[in-house]
């Protein structure tokens, strides 16, 4: 009931988050560009196989063949995606222990705890963003090439543009459902940091 009614008082909007969150993010670029590239790798990967898939098939209806994907590549992508969830939330754990007296100082301030939540999976978005857009565009560079010199560049040219609006679609949503499931953690424990401690403790 008191939180309640100090959450009514205390305004942290979606905006002071994406400020905050895109300030945190410079402040710590290096570990910021580590979380892009493991969302970046496994969107990338699966991007790669979804398009490829979709060349193979255009090329199969106009040329014949029994050019695909193999399955077992897809599986690939299920390790690709598992390995981006641990190595996110590793980062963002660390992240977390980084800025203990930082969580402190702002709940001593009067942040609650949804802020401090909120603050971290604002930070994840923006991060998921990025990497998604990224992966995508590694991967259909890579499709590109590959099947390119496989079925010939012309052949992609039949492939419909809304298969790639699709895809991006569902790269920033991977990305974005990824990210936050790695981030939920690392923030819950962010949230629930007592503010004494945090500011006594020694980095």
Not at 18 to 36: A, C, E, H, T
Not at 162 to 191: C, E, H, K
Request: charged share 15%; with cysteine.
């Amino acid at each position: 009931m008191m939180e309640s009614r100090a959450a009514r008082r205390i305004s942290f909007s979606f905006a002071d988050a994406f400020r905050l969150g895109y300030d945190n993010i410079k402040r710590r670029f290096n570990r910021s560009v580590l979380i892009v590239g493991a969302i970046a790798l496994g969107v990338a990967f699966f991007s790669t196989l979804y398009l490829m898939d979709a060349f193979f098939k255009v090329y199969t209806l106009k040329e014949g063949g029994n050019l695909q994907v193999e399955s077992y590549q897809y599986w690939l992508v299920v390790v690709s995606f598992t390995v981006s969830i641990v190595s996110i939330t590793n980062s963002m754990l660390i992240a977390v222990y980084e800025r203990y007296r930082e969580i402190g100082t702002m709940k001593c301030l009067g942040a609650l705890d949804q802020h401090i939540l909120k603050l971290f999976l604002v930070e994840s978005i923006i991060l998921a963003l990025v990497g998604g857009t990224l992966g995508f565009g590694v991967g259909l560079l890579g499709a590109i090439m590959a099947c390119g010199f496989m079925i010939g560049f012309r052949s992609l040219l039949h492939v419909p543009i809304s298969v790639f609006l699709y895809l991006l679609f569902g790269a920033i949503s991977l990305s974005l459902i990824l990210s936050t499931a790695a981030t939920i953690y690392p923030a819950y424990r962010a949230a629930k940091l007592n503010p004494v401690e945090a500011l006594r403790h020694e980095i």
